[in-house]
């Protein structure tokens, strides 16, 4: 599962803005991929947007499917 995260940051090449939207990736990743593998027949060339909010503690919550992005 590829997820971009917060591309204006990144794009300004802040150290600061670069380790967040990693750890932000990270974050996403522990929490979405595990739900999504339960059906992984059905993933199979998918592409999704997904929204999501993640707290201070690195916790992912509210996360809504939003549309296919075929």
Same mark, same amino acid.
């Given at each position: 599962?590829?997820?971009?995260?917060?591309?204006?940051?990144?794009?300004?090449?802040?150290p600061?803005? /670069?380790?967040?939207?990693?750890?932000?990736?990270?974050?996403?990743n522990?929490?979405?991929?595990?739900?999504?593998?339960?059906?992984?027949?059905?993933?199979n060339?998918v592409?999704?947007?997904?929204?999501y909010?993640?707290?201070? /503690?690195?916790?992912?919550?509210?996360?809504?499917y939003?549309a296919?992005?075929?």
């Open positions: 599962m590829i997820c971009f995260h917060a591309l204006a940051l990144a794009a300004s090449k802040l600061a803005a /670069d380790a967040y939207n990693e750890r932000l990736k990270t974050i996403a522990k929490a979405l991929h595990p739900p999504l593998m339960k059906h992984p027949d059905r993933l060339g592409a999704m947007k997904i929204h909010a993640v707290d201070r /503690d690195g916790h992912v919550h509210n996360v809504k939003i296919n992005t075929r």
